[in-house]
Every structure is written in C-alpha cells, then in structure tokens.
Nanobody, 126 residues
Framework: QVLLVESGGGLVQAGGSLRLSCVAS????????MGWFRQAPGKEREVVAA????????DYADSVKGRLVISRDNPKNTVYLEMNSLKAEDTAVYYC???????????????????WGQGTQVTVSS
C-alpha cells in the first residue's frame, strides 16, 4: 500500500513562491513516475507536472511552464513542486500522485496514476 503525504501549502500573495513536498512510503518510490495535480473549486482535477522515476525527464502543463518546477529525491522518497510567480488562478488543492505502473513516463494523463495523497491547499491572493 503506497501512502503519499503532501505538505507546504498555504496563503501567499500574487508573485510569491511556495514549495510543496510529498513524501511516499509503502512502495518502491524510485521506480514510479510521480505527478502533481490540482483541483480548483468547481473545476476538474488537472495535471500540473510529472517527472520520471529517475528524474531525467519532466513535463508541464502549458499554464505553469516557466513558473513551476518538479523535482524528486529518491533516497528521501520525496517529490517536490517549486512554485514561483504565483497567480490567483493557481489557487487550488494540490495533490501528488504515483503512477500505477513502474518505469516509463512522464505521463500527463490522470488515468495513469493510481495512488493519491490527501492534498494541500494553495491560496494565492491578488
């Protein structure tokens, strides 16, 4: 059973920065693509960024390219999302997720992910 726990969310002014962390346990973290997703009130969950199991390849949603950076530290079983130049439209609950199948990726499709954290709220005030 894979357990994912996010942290680092909060309230920040527009233009500010936050760093989200997601610690994984209960599985072989280092062989799975990881992703960050977000869901704003009244909207569907959408992918933000993904990173391969080795960290050698990443992908981003167009809306966050150049502002958000995904990274991982496999010995620490942790994936990060560095968020810069935040905008009001970035306000959402952010979730980390682990792919269902090992290796491959980085996948930008929600259906590729089968393990989810509980989410952390990010609120950007304008």
């Amino acid at each position: 059973q894979v357990l994912l726990v996010e942290s680092g969310g909060g309230l920040v002014q527009a233009g500010g920065s936050l760093r989200l962390s997601c610690v994984a346990s209960g599985g072989f973290f280092s062989i799975y693509t990881m992703g960050w997703f977000r869901q704003a009130p009244g909207k569907e969950r959408e992918v933000v960024a993904a990173i391969t199991y080795s960290g050698d390849s990443t992908d981003y949603a167009d809306s966050v390219k150049g502002r958000l950076v995904i990274s991982r530290d496999n010995p620490k079983n942790t994936v990060y999302l560095e968020m810069n130049s935040l905008k009001a439209e970035d306000t959402a609950v952010y979730y980390c997720a682990a792919a269902t199948q090992p290796f491959g990726g980085p996948w930008m499709e929600l259906g590729k992910y089968g393990y989810w954290g509980q989410g952390t709220q990010v609120t950007v005030s304008s």
